[in-house]
T-cell receptor, first 115, second 114 residues
Framework: AQSVTQLGSHVSVSEGALVLLRCNYSSSVPPYLFWYVQYPNQGLQLLLKYTTGATLVKGINGFEAEFKKSETSFHLTKPSAHMSDAAEYFCAVSDYGGSQGNLIFGKGTKLSVKP | DGGITQSPKYLFRKEGQNVTLSCEQNLNHDAMYWYRQDPGQGLRLIYYSQIVNDFQKGDIAEGYSVSREKKESFPLTVTSAQKNPTAFYLC?????????????FGQGTRLTVV
């Protein structure tokens, strides 16, 4: 069965600093991986996804993530944080089991950006 | 514009009442999902439907019911059997069977028991 672990429920960075949000997955088959962002009291919006091909994936708002099979990781980064990046971020893996629906989500990481 | 519409945005329920949350999509997706979100818990799957007139229980289906009479609509009823219904509810849809495509989400309904 697939699973996702997000390390750190809260991350705080200063404006202009590097953003690094960690995600590790477990999957017995080649995974399809996703990062979503959620602003307060809103739904989830797709940031980026990895399916096949290039392991460095670029998304919206300057975010990118690198798929590392050897480390079973898909960490999300952004070189320079902006105040508008403050939100909650969810990593997800596509479910192959059929009983869990389409995506299995991590518990989320809340990003705070200090001025 | 294509998308998913959830209504209402805020909903208040008295103890012992059933309430129904609406979810409509015009993306022509076969698969639809209901998730419950609690602080620090991530998203937990309540029910999902892969085709009209069929649906499956997710991880936390107790106290909830759904129907899928039309492709565009997947309403969720929170029954009085749900002991702790206060939460943020998210509806999503996706292309059925396509593991490499993302789910699209509505804006959510915040349900509060008063």
């Amino acid at each position: 069965a697939q699973s996702v672990t997000q390390l750190g429920s809260h991350v705080s960075v200063s404006e202009g600093a590097l953003v690094l949000l960690r995600c590790n997955y477990s999957s017995s088959v080649p995974p399809y991986l996703f990062w979503y962002v959620q602003y307060p009291n809103q739904g989830l919006q797709l940031l980026l996804k990895y399916t096949t091909g290039a392991t460095l994936v670029k998304g919206i708002n300057g975010f990118e993530a690198e798929f590392k099979k050897s480390e079973t990781s898909f960490h999300l980064t952004k070189p320079s944080a902006h105040m508008s990046d403050a939100a909650e971020y969810f990593c997800a893996v596509s479910d192959y089991g059929g009983s869990q629906g389409n995506l299995i989500f991590g518990k989320g990481t809340k990003l705070s950006v200090k001025p | 514009d294509g998308g998913i519409t959830q209504s209402p945005k805020y909903l208040f329920r008295k103890e012992g009442q059933n309430v129904t949350l609406s979810c409509e999509q015009n993306l022509n997706h076969d698969a639809m999902y209901w998730y419950r979100q609690d602080p620090g818990q991530g998203l937990r799957l309540i029910y999902y439907s892969q085709i009209v007139n069929d649906f499956q229980k997710g991880d936390i289906a107790e106290g909830y019911s759904v129907s899928r009479e039309k492709k565009e609509s997947f309403p969720l009823t929170v029954t009085s059997a749900q002991k702790n219904p206060t939460a943020f509810y998210l509806c999503a849809s996706s292309i059925q069977g396509a593991k490499d495509t993302e789910a699209f989400f509505g804006q959510g309904t915040r349900l509060t028991v008063v």
